[in-house]
């Protein structure tokens, strides 16, 4: 009788959590072999990036919960630090009254989540996880201008395996994709072109005290 | 002697047949058949002792990934003996982030001047002192399944019956281009088959083709004949 009841329970735990999938996004992220712009940015990343969680409202999919703020925080720290000579993370953006912006930053950046969506290899047939995110990013001068506003995308896709999770497996899939969008910043921020006639009008920080300098 | 050390139901004597029976079990493999073709541009290929051979997966396409531990099998069979330096993909792929990237890789060897231009790319590949990169496009999948296979689990025991098989076949593609000489170099494809079984007599037996391992094999011996031909190695003895 208690064994039967173990197993009713076991078989309840299966089915329970078979439609359910909770996953906090984690891996790391290669440093970028870039050339750096000489200018200093302020990063300004709002609550609900720090923290973004993407929940599947439909009824027809799984029930995943899918925390990708602190993955996708820590990409552009690594890409922002080494597309810049000089990256700080503000505390708030745009600035409040009596609060003051660090004096080396010459623009400001605040990347935002558009739209992320999702595939899995049940809904496509192909053996696949797919991901795509979308994100808008904006760039504001020292006094709260819009310089430029783009999207930049990104995908990343990971097979099946053998003894893998869909939580293993999905986790992967948005690695890839973040990993796709480090390369999309890399190498297309600094030709979005509002940007780029920006900074070329627009003399570092740093440049213009290394010339005050005796 | 041996008689009296396994006595008919002496512990000894169980689980030295239980060995021998799991032990038969995991070797049983069926068969695979493999398809080369090679096409060389050049006859004169050759890699020095502190040069190094890099293999990468194409994960460009929209419904497919070349395995990255296909890659590292075909890395393995290269290094056999320590006779090519073979840097592993993912040390290098990160390495020269985000330059071989799928969205950024270069298709063809005409690209390659595209990322060399850049200085930090070409003092990595220097650094990593590559002379050949090699590409590998393809994948293993499952092309046919038939038969169905039952378990039960009761007050008594457990047990499964029936008999399945299935069909894979594995396709893939490596290019050889010359770093130095920003050439490819030639092409090794790849085709192989097999088909596995599973019967089940309470216990399910899997008899598995190993296809993907067949063509990793086939694939690393080719390129290790491509980078060191047969007079190279008896002169090297």
Redesign the interface.
Known sequence: MRYGLILISIFACVLSSGCSNNLLVSGS???????SDPHTLGVFYDEEFRSYTYTEASEDRSKWTIEQGAAQRQLFNTILSKLFSGSVELPQWPLTEGSDLDPTVDLVLQPQVSAFQYSTPRETK???YEVWIKYNLSAFDREGQLVADWLVTAYG???TAFMKSDEDAMNAAIIVAL??L???L??GTLRVPELKAWLENNPAHAQIMASRAP | MLTNMFTKNSPKHRRVLISILASALITLSACTSVNIDEYKSQQDLSITQDESVVILGRRHS????T?PDLISCIGDVLKEGDSIKVIPEALFV??????L????APLKVKDMPRILK?P??QQ?FERHKVRYIIWVDGKT?TTDSSGSIGCSIGAGGAGCFGFGTWEKESDYVAKLWDFQRLENMGEISADASGTSYMPAIIVPIPIIARVQNSACKAVGLQLRNFLMPINDKILAI
């Open positions: 992220f290669p440093s970028p072999l870039i050339d192909f053996k696949i896709k990971t097979p990993r796709d480090g390369a999309n890399s190498l | 929209s419904n497919y990934e395995e990160d390495d020269l982030y985000p330059w990237e799928p969205r950024t850049q930090l790319v990595a999948e």
